[in-house]
């Protein structure tokens, strides 16, 4: 299933797309596309039935905001340095197990929604991201295939990052990765039973048109699998997470100077095959 969230920011319902690409309104059917509905095989149950049954209200999408697809996200780690070719380019050895960091819930925006540019911010870069979303508890899960089974879908996440933040002041990447609007999520949360391997998903990224980044999941030095076993080793995730798993390469970063990073009026779109595609104009905070 292909879940989403549509209207203005603060106000979204759910909706599903169907097979036939209608939105379909489902707020008659569940509250919200949260964790605790990813949790419940029953609610999901009765989505798939609806959605079979074909008694889903159609809903007009021209002019329609589509929102995050995932509501009261609790808490989103991610992964550094996760592709192999990124790791080249930026001239850093592939870690020798997963480096995490965080990004905190309210960076999420929608897909289409204003990316703001930090104030004093020179150094303004994209990332392409294959997003895990939780939906079972995972706490010491003991393989990576087992650590399959406690994620609930996927999603196109956009890692956008201030490298001078995140480098140069001070040692901490969080500085540079939590600015408002920092994490356009979706357009969808596509269920897992539709992504059979999440290690065979190609990636794009263009920046005004000129095609910067194309890579594949392949390229993942730690699997998805090995990420969310690795990861419950630290810490819970509780359905509702988020897990972003790492950019390909041909970020601004990577780059020779002077690096091209992200202006006023710039725009960015991305996309990862089978999740949907994004398209964030860039604006001064």
């Not at 759910?14 to 095989?41: H, M, Q």
């Not at 609610?43 to 809903?59: C, F, K, M, S």
């Not at 594949?216 to 969310?228: D, L, N, R, S, Y």
């Not at 002077?258 to 996309?271: I, M, Q, S, T």
Request: proline residues 7%; aromatic residues 6%; negative net charge.
């Amino acid at each position: 299933m292909k879940l989403l969230r549509v209207g203005t920011a603060g106000t979204e319902r759910p909706a599903l797309l169907d097979a036939e690409g209608t939105l379909r309104d489902l707020s008659g059917v569940v509250p919200d596309i949260d964790g605790p509905l990813l949790a419940d095989d029953g609610a999901l149950g009765r989505i798939r039935d609806a959605a079979d049954a074909g008694t889903l209200p159609a809903l007009d999408a021209v002019g329609l905001r589509v929102g995050p697809p995932l509501a009261r996200i609790g808490k989103i780690v991610c992964i550094g340095l996760n592709y192999h070719d990124h790791a080249r380019e930026t001239g850093a050895e592939p870690p020798a197990e997963p480096v995490i960091f965080f990004k905190a819930a309210d960076t999420v925006v929608g897909p289409h929604d204003t990316v703001l540019i930090p104030r004093r911010s020179v150094k303004t870069d994209w990332e392409v991201e294959l997003a895990v979303v939780i939906g079972r508890t995972a706490r010491y899960v003991e393989s990576a295939e087992a650590a399959l089974g406690h994620v609930a879908g996927y999603a196109v996440a956009h890692d956008v990052s201030e490298r001078e933040f995140q480098i140069e002041r001070g040692g901490t990447w969080d500085k540079g990765k939590n600015c408002e609007t920092f994490n356009p999520l979706g357009p969808w949360l596509v269920t897992a039973d539709e992504v059979p391997d999440p290690q065979n998903l190609g990636l794009r990224l263009w920046v005004n048109g000129e095609l910067k980044q194309d890579g594949t999941t392949a390229e993942q030095i730690f699997p998805v699998g090995e990420v969310v076993r690795y990861v419950s080793q630290f810490m819970t995730l509780y359905p509702g997470d988020v897990i972003n798993t790492g950019t390909p390469a041909g970020v601004a970063l990577g780059e020779p100077e002077p690096k091209p990073f992200l202006r006023a009026g710039d725009v960015v779109e991305l996309e990862i095959e089978g999740l949907g595609r994004q398209r964030q104009e860039f604006k001064n905070a």
